[in-house]
């Protein structure tokens, strides 16, 4: 495959670092917000799309989930993302120069262990990798960086400190978005089906949705409810199963869901990432 993946923010982003471990034969396209990179994907700019959806230290990325399945995209694909966060320096400097350290909100409060030893004084930016980018034009030795490696290769900046995060398992997955479904079954390690509904307006309809997966077996391993339109009584819930629908157990968990339903959407079929157990 040759072409464009569109992702949200700037080069050197962990969205960026995604693109090029799970597709580097596509050229990475950075966008603006998350909506930029669906339309991408939507108008043919570009092949595929790479969207953050939740971390395993933060949870999910707000408003992801909602704007999904309005994206007339579908899943064709998961990435999970380590996340290591390293201390960027202009050329020259040393970890002793640095008095703050720019980057995203939430990464600050990944590695405040770190920043606290070295005296170090947190600054919210934009971005990681916008923050690097700000930062090397700056020029200044006693202002770092928190972002990728990645975006100290581009933006020309050295690594002063590795892996600095405070939890050593801190993930970020992603999915992989496309123009058209691909249900076949393909990876090693099994596949994971998507899906948003919402239930009928009648008693315990969440409750007995979801006993057809319990009795049939099916490992539900997501399940997410969100306001819709606005209001607190229109609620829609997100679902991550494992298993394709044409598996015996999974088609007769959906069947019975679909009962309960009053909306039932497939967002997308896809192998599970290895990385995911």
């Known amino acids: 495959m040759t072409g464009r993946i569109s ?49 395993s230290t933060y949870g999910r990325v707000a408003d992801v989930h909602s704007l999904l399945p309005s994206s007339e995209l579908h899943i064709v694909g998961e990435a999970f993302v380590r996340v290591h966060i390293n201390l960027l320096g202009v050329p020259g400097s040393k970890l002793a120069d640095v008095r ?45 960086a928190l972002a990728s490696e990645l975006a100290a290769d581009i933006y020309g900046l050295e690594v002063l400190a590795r892996h600095i995060e405070d939890h050593d398992r801190n993930t970020t997955r992603f999915l992989v978005m496309a ?18 509904f919402r239930v009928r307006n009648i008693p315990a309809a969440l409750y007995k949705a979801m006993g057809g997966f319990a009795t049939n077996g099916v490992n539900m391993t997501k399940l997410e409810s969100y306001m819709v339109g606005g209001a607190f ?45």
Not at 11 to 36: I, K, M, N
Not at 185 to 192: A, D, L, N, V
Not at 264 to 274: E, I, K, N, R, S
Request: net charge negative; charged share 25%.
């Open 7 to 55: 992702f949200q923010g700037e080069l050197g982003a962990y969205s960026h670092q995604a693109c090029v471990e799970t597709h580097p034969e596509l050229e990475p396209l950075p966008c603006r917000s998350f909506e930029d990179a669906l339309a991408a994907v939507r108008s043919g700019e570009a092949d595929l799309g790479m969207i953050a959806v939740e971390n």
């Open 100 to 144: 703050t350290a720019t980057t995203h909100t939430v990464l600050l409060g990944q590695c405040r262990d770190f920043l606290r030893l070295h005296g170090i004084e947190g600054v919210t930016g934009a971005d990681t990798a916008g923050s690097a980018q700000a930062i090397a034009a700056r020029g200044d030795p006693a202002h770092g």
């Open 179 to 196: 123009r058209e479904p691909d249900e076949t079954r393909r990876g090693e390690h099994g596949m994971i089906t998507s899906f948003v």
């Open 233 to 277: 009584t229109a609620t829609q819930f997100y679902a991550d199963i494992e298993g394709h629908p044409d598996d015996h157990n999974v088609r007769l968990a959906l069947e019975e869901l679909d009962y309960f339903t009053s909306e039932l959407t497939m967002l997308g079929v896809y192998p599970a990432d290895p990385r995911r157990h």
